[in-house]
């Protein structure tokens, strides 16, 4: 007789609102994960007084009011608003794209200007169906700003040239004929008081919870004390790389801790000149408004992925893809265990989309098995 209902591999945020969905309805999961704390990316570690963002900068933002009012239901949220900074050969820019930052470029602050400097570089260049990440961004804001702000740190990011990267990569981001500096278009933002550990030990609450326990090394143990698995790493690890293996990107974050109280001022700057090694510096305590005496600072430097290092971001370029729905029809075959998560569906998800993704997926499990 299994012992539990679920196992949940993976103590992320789809581990955690899977795990939540399936406790209200009296069901028992076990959730496991090979790091030693829960979370996932969303892991926070407090130093000082100050909540370090353990894996990159985590800003939630989301449309849905249904997810909003979830999330805060476990954890209040600040009103913490992302206006992340570029540095380009020591000049700073407003981001995302937007009235500030064509000032900033070309001293015009009048909008019609502005979109006439756009149309005349997009004419320039020849462009008229975008089909590749570069066409894309300066047919959106020109080549003067694809130049100084988009080409060096996207290269340096995704480690390829930007004509050979999907557009969808920066169409993430907004583009404004606006003086606006707010990263996101969506009506709600902020971070959980107290950090990202609140809210996913809120979605465990009721769970039994195994650390460092890595379930590819143990399968048939694991699967033998559940009656279900939700698999939430990635899926060709999964199926051993059968078909071939998925291109990630990694990143090696570098914290320092300064006996400052302010090192930037500002949370998120981002650094887009290909020579500068790393593409962004985070100051947590402003993620929290934090007045602590001293500060921590974090590097992220963008890596090749290889085996053995953490996947973070997948490439969803067509060959990847392709590959991914290859694996995606393996995973259709199985009877008992499910798949989900930035990682399984091989989707650069923000946390909103993950939760989302959850919770339709935990409610058709329900009814297909529980009949709830
Ligand atoms: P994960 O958080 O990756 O969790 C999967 C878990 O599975 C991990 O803990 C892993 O250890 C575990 N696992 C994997 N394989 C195994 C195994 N074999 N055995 C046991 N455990 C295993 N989203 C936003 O909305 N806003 C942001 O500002 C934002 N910034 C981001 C910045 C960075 C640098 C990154 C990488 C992501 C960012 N995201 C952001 C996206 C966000 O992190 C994800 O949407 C979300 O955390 C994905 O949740 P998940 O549960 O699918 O995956
Ligand atoms: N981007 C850029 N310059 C910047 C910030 C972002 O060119 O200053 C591009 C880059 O290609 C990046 C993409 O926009 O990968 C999406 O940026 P976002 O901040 O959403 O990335 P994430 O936080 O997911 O790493």
């Known amino acids: 007789m299994a012992q539990y209902d679920l196992l949940i591999v993976g103590a992320g945020l789809y581990g955690g609102v899977f795990a939540h969905a399936l406790h209200q309805q009296g069901l028992r999961c076990l959730v496991i994960d090979k790091r030693g704390h829960i979370g996932g990316n969303t892991y926070c570690d407090r130093k000082e007084g100050i909540d370090v963002h353990a894996y990159g900068a985590h800003i939630f933002h989301t449309n849905d009011q249904g997810i909003w009012d979830f999330v805060n239901s476990f954890v209040p949220f600040n009103r913490f608003t992302n206006s992340p900074l570029a540095v380009h050969k020591g000049k700073y820019y407003n981001l995302p794209f937007n009235m500030n930052t064509f000032y900033q470029l070309w001293g015009l602050s009048d909008p019609q200007q502005v979109k006439e400097k756009i149309q005349q570089q997009i004419q320039q260049a020849g462009i008229t169906q975008p089909r590749n990440l570069e066409e894309q961004a300066i047919s959106l804001v020109g080549k003067d700003v694809y130049e100084v702000l988009i080409k060096g740190y996207?290269?340096?990011?995704?480690?390829?040239?930007?004509?050979?990267?999907?557009?969808?990569?920066?169409?993430?981001?907004?583009?404004?004929?606006?003086?606006?500096?707010?990263?996101?278009?969506?009506?709600?933002?902020?971070?959980?008081?107290?950090g990202y550990n609140k809210l996913t030990e809120g979605l465990l609450a009721g769970s039994v919870i195994e650390l460092n326990k890595d379930y590819l090394q143990n399968r048939d143990y694991f699967n033998g004390l559940a009656k279900h698995v939700l698999y939430t790493g990635p899926i060709d690890a999964f199926y051993n790389y059968q078909l071939g293996t998925l291109a990630y990107r990694s990143l090696r974050f570098e914290e320092e801790l300064l006996p400052i109280d302010n090192y930037q001022g500002v949370a998120v700057v981002n650094y887009t000149e290909r020579e500068v090694p790393f593409t962004r510096i985070l100051e947590h305590k402003h993620f929290a408004f934090g007045r602590q005496p001293v500060t921590i600072i974090t590097r992220e430097y963008p890596?090749?992925?290889?085996?053995?290092?953490?996947?973070?971001?997948?490439?969803?370029?067509?060959?990847?893809?392709?590959?991914?729905?290859?694996?995606?029809?393996?995973?259709?075959?199985?009877?008992?265990?499910?798949?989900?998560?930035?990682?399984?569906?091989?989707?650069?998800?923000?946390?909103?989309?993950?939760?989302?993704?959850?919770?339709?997926?935990?409610?058709?499990?329900?009814?297909k098995n529980y009949q709830r």
């Not at 004509?163 to 583009?175: A, G, K, Q």
Request: aromatic share 16%; hydrophobic share 35%; net charge neutral.
């Open 154 to 194: 996207t290269e340096k990011q995704w480690g390829r040239p930007c004509h050979e990267l999907p557009s969808f990569i920066i169409r993430r981001l907004p583009v404004r004929f606006t003086f606006d500096n707010n990263y996101f278009d969506d009506r709600y933002q902020g971070i959980p008081e107290g």
């Open 303 to 367: 890596l090749s992925w290889e085996k053995g290092l953490e996947p973070y971001y997948p490439v969803n370029d067509e060959v990847n893809n392709a590959l991914y729905n290859k694996y995606k029809a393996l995973a259709e075959q199985e009877k008992n265990i499910e798949f989900g998560g930035r990682l399984a569906d091989y989707k650069y998800y923000d946390m909103h989309q993950v939760i989302a993704a959850a919770q339709v997926h935990a409610r058709k499990f329900l009814q």
